[in-house]
């Protein structure tokens, strides 16, 4: 099985700031990595698809980097609306993992 | 555009089966497109991927699930469903349908259902 990871765990930030959360996965998944936005009550949202590629509609302060084990998604500058818990999923194989999970709160 | 949901009992007995369904709406599911998935999250939890099924009916599980998961399709509904044998309580989640895209360069879940809480208990 991949593994991924997730780091941090929770992340404390004020509106505006810009904050990075990291993925890795135990082995080499290529770019093959999706991060989605989950809010309490809610189906996750798709963010980011083949480690850097928004989704249609996905703000532009969104970005996803990275390539073979370490990824990250950034978020230039945190709005009201981004408060969530965010996570990455890995689908090189045709065995899906998601990450732990991100949870981002408001300092 | 295209929608998924799920249905199926809200509470199941220990040691009973779980069974869910997926009705998808605004396409057909008899496509190359996409793999069509289940994916479940325990209160407070996070997301864990359960397996997919493809237009043809090849399916791939999660290897801690394997032995306990069937995921089937009808295409003549429009449907696809999830069966999870012998469930405990470790098994109550939040239970997802979805859309897996691998058609290139998409990728990803793209479409979700609204998720159907699945309560085990006696």
């Known amino acids: 099985d991949i593994l991924m990871t997730q780091s941090p765990s929770t992340l404390s930030a004020s509106v505006g700031d810009r904050i990075t959360i990291t993925c890795r996965a135990s082995?080499?998944?290529?770019?093959?990595l999706a991060w989605y936005q989950q809010k309490p009550g809610k189906a996750p949202k798709l963010l980011v698809y083949?480690?850097?590629i928004l989704e249609n509609g996905v703000p532009s302060r969104f970005s996803g980097s990275g390539s073979g084990t370490e990824f990250t998604l950034t978020i230039s500058s945190l709005q009201p609306d981004d408060f969530a818990t965010y996570y990455c999923q890995q689908y090189n194989s045709n065995i899906y993992t998601f990450g732990p999970g991100t949870k981002v709160d408001i300092k | 555009q295209q929608q998924l949901q799920e249905s199926g009992p809200g509470l199941v007995k220990p040691s009973e089966t779980l069974s869910l369904t997926c009705t998808v709406s605004?396409?057909?599911?008899?496509?190359?497109?996409?793999?069509w998935g289940w994916i479940r999250q325990p209160p407070g939890k996070g997301l864990e991927w359960i397996g997919s099924i493809y237009y043809d009916g090849s399916t791939n599980y999660s290897p801690s699930l394997q032995s306990r998961v069937t995921i089937s399709l009808d295409t003549s509904k429009n449907q696809f469903s999830l069966k999870l044998r012998s469930v405990t309580a470790a098994d109550t989640a939040v239970y997802y349908c979805?859309?897996?895209?691998?058609?290139?360069?998409?990728?990803?879940?793209?479409?979700w259902g609204q998720g159907t809480l699945v309560t085990v208990s006696s």
């Open positions: 083949k480690a850097s």
């Open positions: 605004g396409d057909s599911i008899s496509t190359i497109n996409y793999f």
């Open positions: 979805a859309r897996h895209v691998i058609a290139a360069p998409r990728g990803g879940v793209d479409r």
């Open positions: 082995q080499t998944i290529n770019r093959w």
